[in-house]
């Protein structure tokens, strides 16, 4: 850079893109008015209410002839696009011969409006033959029932250490302690629900879809629908949150993309938020077995956990156990650390990524057996933690199952938190509401953890930067932003390296006749890959226009230099030589002032933190009230603080509600009983407090950026301090484990019990 | 059923079926599609437009019940000449939305909440706001948003000017 | 999602309302505030082949002094009555109640009229007026008939309504003692009460106990019979038929009323 002036990165800027959001609104899939889908039939998704049956007829008859019924389609109607050949547990577009979970789709109606589609489909008629569901961990591996038969078993995959072996690596320890819990199922909620339009005309198809990642989601359909991937245009409108749910294309709209190169005219689906519920991927799911030990002075020597993964019925999301696998020693240098699982299939919606995929589940594992170790041999937790987190000189830091975390100080960050928290104060405050018996109890919840972001860094990311002769930017970038904030990202950027001001640099995304490579926005990789192949094609466009400069002012390259205040050119020294970006664009020709980078990191990066929820719980009624949670959530050098602080803000909510009232619940016939948002307790405002966010930047050298991840972390650190503050608050009481949620019917159930093993004790 | 809805100052008259929701009213008749539809169950707060000046679901409510009355969407908000409402102001210095698809019910689940409390508490605004979720943003900076938008309150010892919020124990 | 389709009347005077309701009979219901009935229409859970705007019945809509007792009308929103000074000073537990009803939007909507007549053993209001001993006017084609709240709620959403008979009014005696308390136990603040509790004098009465809002008999014998309220509040679960749901057993749902009818007791002395 030349030339000195206070830098616009790291500034709290105030985000591009609002003031259309907050004035006209968002167009997501649904307000798509453009030309394209003019005259668009409307898609309505004819669903099984049953959660395990085959399908013995369909019969269309009756809807065919309901008013504005264009068409009804089924599997049979997609013949071999259907399938998915070759897969083992193969899962067709719509459901034929067998529907394996309540939501499963199994045909489509087209129709003029909505309100007939919802009539129409409601005709459809769908003969099933019922079968046993398979629903829960247990019924999964007794096998009895199999959801595919042809594979013999419901275990999709076996990972890691062989399962139950390697007893002798607590040799040694004084205290070993093992659990069994579950990191319950939980549904993503994204405020807009899946959606997707379509059109076809001379050969090609078009469809707007609310996804993660336009480039991706083209190889998806075309690869389904059997189409050359240059037939298929992917363009991705404002998206309303994904939360890793949308980082997959589902089947639903890979239909609906089938449907408009069959009924001769344009279609547009979008689900209600009952369908959401039960056909969008869930999260989570596991059942975690730890086992813990070490010695009575707090050092931790070994560490194992055994879980099983519930992929609901179809296998999405087999990679998520592998994650969990990569973080199971999280923050901690544990001598001796195993980590086997079963991957397994249920007649439930299937589960793939929520917002940490795969990293909160082991975080909340070793969370709560250090918690229990902690609270076994009588020490503080914030001291257990202390004494056992990788210590700053370690890094990089090769985990035993081979992480290899990049940069931390975790002992930094945890006593930044406990001091932000006043720590000893809660702790004292807590032994007076102990000590006078209060029915409002105050508990304190810690986590220290480290998460891996950016974990397909080899896929890179591109990010491409064009100066017009106006003067203004144009960005194109493969990321997917859906609320992120990338246009302000970048175009700081942008300014940053050009000295063109913010409001003159437009970027765009998710069109992928515009921008054919691209990766999208997930696993927390945005700005280190994305923003920062920005950042290097706007370098690389600077010393291009240094070079047009030079020729225009008839000087050499090293005589020109950027005033990067003024974003003008010049000679050094040489008054009167000023050259706008505009002109210096022009002298560029045909080719044009553009730069396109692919950037691919050499590695992963491992943000990390530490939390400390406080809550109270009524222990009359058990009801568990967040009031304070305070964090450091270090994801390296932040560009904007501002939206850093949004990505933390979002990312503790829908943590703390994995720990306190979120689940998805099934009857054991496997019919969903959290299927509208009166019964899944989505989180509100009236739940949560305002949050403390502590500020701690500890950079990475794996991108210029010093860059790391931050759109996962407030999930992965909160959800286990929120579970151990509300278990803390009634561990007096003899209480040391309660599951998630905490909801107040459980915490009182766990009191109970506690009383009555306490009065037993006593005899 | 012909029904005369006025949607942000301007009248409206057309025959809609009589079981026409009022968000796909304002939706599809009037065109004006910020207002958004986020359930089925009137939960979630996305579709909150005024109805003669007071939050309501208009995912919750038939065309026909608003014949004869006023909607306000976000898209009629902002005056004349583009200056934007407190609200929307606040939520754009606040950083209080991220995906934008809650705000426009946000926003006006809120500008009715300061028409009935002009200076709320924080444990106000958040009561206030407990029919519109947000995936997004925690809530933190929507509330913070609605008290910036409410201006300092009357000194009564309260704590919203507090950055921490909750309770000290 | 959208209600199957049905034909809309909007009756303009309550003689017009109730020739509707005649004229339709089980095939037509009332629409008042709707945010009972329309999301079950959405659901296509109630298919109404017929609906009967009543909404702008405008002389259903009112809180008046009557003396010895508040006459609400019908339509009278959850917003007016949270919000009117007259039910603050006379009623506060049911402008207490009423603010606690769904969240700001429901309440600029919903009628407590809609709210009795859809008999949901979870919704609040029901309990209140049971505790408040009101009497519900009903007005059907051979004229006015008063029901007393004790005998207006006859099971899972059934009342003693007719189907051809409108609630018109509610008169609620102005209580001799100012000691009152609402109660409600939720996992969200947005949710139906998992188990609530109306306390006015020593009536008291209970939201989510069974397939009707209760009066909570034994507690209150327990009083009359000069029972320290804690002592009372223990029998809250007698008598009680409480469901079992993804919130909370019939056992959790016991024991939470005998907490919050202690402390709706407490509450309610301190006010004395």
Redesign the interface.
């Known amino acids: 850079m030349d030339g000195d002036r206070a830098s616009v990165l790291g500034s709290r800027v105030l985000r591009m893109e609002d003031h259309r959001l907050l004035t006209a609104g968002g167009t997501y899939v649904a307000d798509l008015r453009v030309p394209e889908l003019a005259g668009a039939a409307q898609v309505t998704f004819v669903r099984s209410p049953i959660a395990h049956a085959l399908i013995t007829g369909i019969d269309a008859s009756v809807a065919l002839g309901e008013p504005g019924v264009v068409a009804v389609l089924t599997g049979r109607d997609l013949g071999d696009l259907n399938g998915q050949a070759g897969q083992p547990m193969p899962e067709p577009l719509l459901a034929t011969g067998r529907v394996r979970f309540v939501g499963e789709p199994v045909a489509m109606v087209i129709t003029d409006g909505r309100y007939q589609g919802e009539d129409a489909a409601e005709l459809v008629s769908v003969d099933y033959e019922p079968l046993a569901a398979v629903v829960g961990f247990g019924a999964a591996l007794a096998d009895e029932t199999l959801l595919f038969p042809d594979t013999g078993s419901n275990v999709v995959a076996t990972g890691g250490d062989e399962q139950g072996a390697g007893d002798a690596m607590f040799d040694g320890c004084d205290v070993v302690l093992g659990a069994t819990f579950p990191n319950q199922r939980v549904a993503p909620v994204p405020l807009e629900v899946r959606g997707a339009a379509a059109a076809w005309a001379d050969g090609r198809l078009t469809v707007w879809a609310s996804t993660q990642n336009a480039q991706i989601a083209r190889a998806t359909i075309s690869g389904r629908l059997a189409m050359d991937q240059a037939a298929v245009r992917v363009i991705t409108p404002d998206v309303g949150g994904g939360f890793g749910a949308k980082i997959g294309t589902d089947r639903d709209a890979i239909a609906v993309a089938w449907a408009a190169t069959r009924v001769g005219r344009p279609v547009c689906w979008s689900e209600t938020r009952g369908e959401n519920l039960v056909a969008m991927t869930h999260g989570r799911s596991q059942r975690q077995t730890v086992r813990i030990g070490g010695t009575r002075d707090g050092r931790i020597l070994a560490y194992r956990l055994d879980f099983v993964q519930d992929l609901g019925a179809y296998p999405r999301g087999a990679y998520l156990a592998s994650l969990t696998r990569l973080m199971t020693s999280g923050a901690y240098e544990i001598p001796r650390v195993r980590c086997g699982y079963q991957v397994v299939v249920t007649n439930t919606t299937p589960v793939d990524a929520y917002r940490g995929a795969g990293r909160p589940e082991a975080t909340a594992a070793i969370e709560r057996a250090v918690d229990m170790f902690a609270a076994e041999i009588g020490m503080d937790p914030a001291e257990v933690r202390r004494l056992n987190v990788v210590p700053p000189g370690s890094f990089p830091y090769t985990s035993p199952t081979g992480a290899v975390y990049d940069t931390g100080d975790y002992a930094a960050a945890l006593d930044k938190v406990l001091a932000a928290a006043g720590y000893r104060d809660l702790r004292a405050e807590q032994a007076r509401r102990r000590e006078r018996g209060d029915t409002m109890q105050l508990g304190i919840g810690l986590s220290v953890y480290v998460e891996v972001t950016a974990g397909d860094h080899a896929s890179g990311e591109t990010g491409k930067v064009e100066v017009h002769e106006d003067g203004t930017v144009t960005v194109s970038t493969g990321s997917s932003p859906h609320g992120q904030g990338h246009a302000t990202s970048w175009a700081m950027l942008v300014q940053e390296e050009l000295g063109i001001p913010m409001a003159d640099v437009t970027v765009v995304h998710g069109d992928t006749d515009v921008i054919p490579r691209g990766t999208g926005t997930y696993g927390s990789r945005s700005l280190q890959l994305g923003g920062a192949a920005v950042q290097k094609a706007a370098a690389a466009v600077r010393e291009q226009a240094r070079g047009l400069a030079a020729e225009l002012a008839g000087a050499t390259e090293a005589e020109m230099e950027l005033d990067p205040r003024l974003g003008i050119w010049r000679v050094r020294g040489e008054s009167g030589t000023e050259l706008e970006w505009g002109k210096v664009a022009g002298q560029a020709g045909i080719e044009g002032l553009v730069a396109d980078v692919l950037f691919v990191a050499k590695s992963p990066t491992f943000p990390f933190g530490a939390h400390v929820a406080v809550v109270e719980v009524d222990t009359e009624t058990g009801k568990a009230s967040l009031v304070r949670h305070v964090t450091v959530d270090d994801a390296g050098t932040l560009l904007n603080p501002l939206l850093a602080e949004g990505q933390r803000h979002g990312g503790i909510a829908q943590g703390a509600a994995q720990a306190l009232v979120e689940e998805v619940l099934y009857d054991p016939d496997g019919n969903p009983l959290t299927a509208t948002l009166a019964d899944y307790a989505t989180i509100t405002a009236t739940e949560l407090p305002s949050f403390e966010l502590v500020a701690s930047q500890t950079p990475t050298a794996v991108n210029p950026l010093g860059a790391k991840g931050i759109g996962e972390a407030g999930t992965i650190g909160s959800t286990p301090a929120v579970q151990s503050a509300v278990i803390d608050a009634v561990a007096h009481l003899g209480v040391r484990h309660i599951d998630m949620p905490t909801t107040p019917q459980r915490v009182w159930a766990a009191i109970s019990a506690a009383a009555i093993s306490a009065a037993r004790g006593g005899q | 059923m012909k029904v005369e809805i006025t949607v942000n100052g301007g009248q409206l008259a057309t025959d809609v079926e009589d079981r026409m929701l009022l968000v796909h009213y304002v939706r599809d008749v009037a065109g004006l599609t910020a207002t958004n539809v986020g359930c089925d169950t009137s939960s979630c707060g996305a579709c909150t437009v005024l109805l003669d000046g007071e939050s309501v679901k208009s995912c919750t409510l038939l065309a026909v019940q608003a014949d004869g009355h006023d909607v306000t969407t976000v898209e009629g908000l902002a005056s004349a000449d583009g200056q934007l409402h407190p609200v929307q102001q606040a939520f754009r210095e606040q950083h209080g939305l991220q995906c934008g698809f809650c705000t426009p019910g946000m926003v006006m689940a809120i500008v009715s909440l300061l028409r009935e409390n002009p200076h709320p508490t924080e444990e106000q605004v958040r009561s206030g706001l407990e029919g519109n979720l947000c995936r997004c943003t925690g809530y933190h900076n929507i509330v913070r948003a609605a008290l910036a938008a409410a201006g300092p309150a009357h000194p009564r010892g309260q704590d919203e000017d507090r950055p921490g919020g909750g309770v000290a124990p | 999602?959208?209600?199957?389709?049905?034909?809309?009347y909007?009756a303009l005077s309550v003689d017009e309302a109730l020739d509707l309701a005649a004229e339709h009979g089980e095939e037509a219901k009332f629409?008042a505030g709707?945010?009972s009935l329309?999301?079950l229409m959405?659901?296509?859970l109630a298919l109404p082949e017929v609906?009967i705007?009543i909404?702008r019945l405008a002389d259903l809509s009112h809180i008046r002094d009557a003396g010895d007792h508040i006459t609400l009308g019908a339509l009278t929103r959850h917003?007016d009555l949270e919000?009117s000074g007259l039910l603050a000073r006379e009623l506060p537990l049911l402008a207490c109640a009423a603010g606690q009803v769904?969240?700001?939007?429901?309440r600029?909507?919903g009628t407590i009229g809609g709210s009795l007549a859809h008999a949901d053993p979870a919704s609040d209001l029901p309990a209140v007026v049971l505790a408040l001993d009101a009497t519900l006017v009903a007005r059907g084609p051979s004229g006015t008939r008063e029901i007393a709240a004790a005998d207006f709620f006859g099971g899972l959403f059934e009342t003693a309504l007719e189907p051809d008979e409108l609630l018109t009014e509610i008169r609620v005696p102005k209580p001799a003692a100012p000691r009152w308390s609402f109660q409600k136990?939720t996992?969200?603040?947005?949710?139906w009460a998992?188990v609530g509790v109306a306390v006015q004098g020593d009536a008291v009465a209970l939201v989510n106990m069974g397939e009707t809002p209760l009066r909570a008999a034994a507690v209150e014998r327990a009083l009359a019979d000069g029972a320290a309220p804690r002592a009372a509040a223990a029998l809250a679960a007698e008598g009680t038929r409480a469901s079992a749901d993804?919130?909370?057993?019939r056992d959790?749902r016991e024991?939470?009323a005998r907490?919050?009818v202690a402390r709706g007791l407490q509450e309610a002395h301190a006010r004395a």
């Open positions: 999602m959208i209600p199957a389709p049905f034909s809309y909007r629409l709707g945010h329309l999301p959405k659901l296509r609906v705007d909404g917003h919000h769904g969240d700001p939007q429901i600029h909507r136990f996992k969200r603040a947005i949710d998992i993804i919130n909370a057993t959790y024991h939470l907490v919050l």
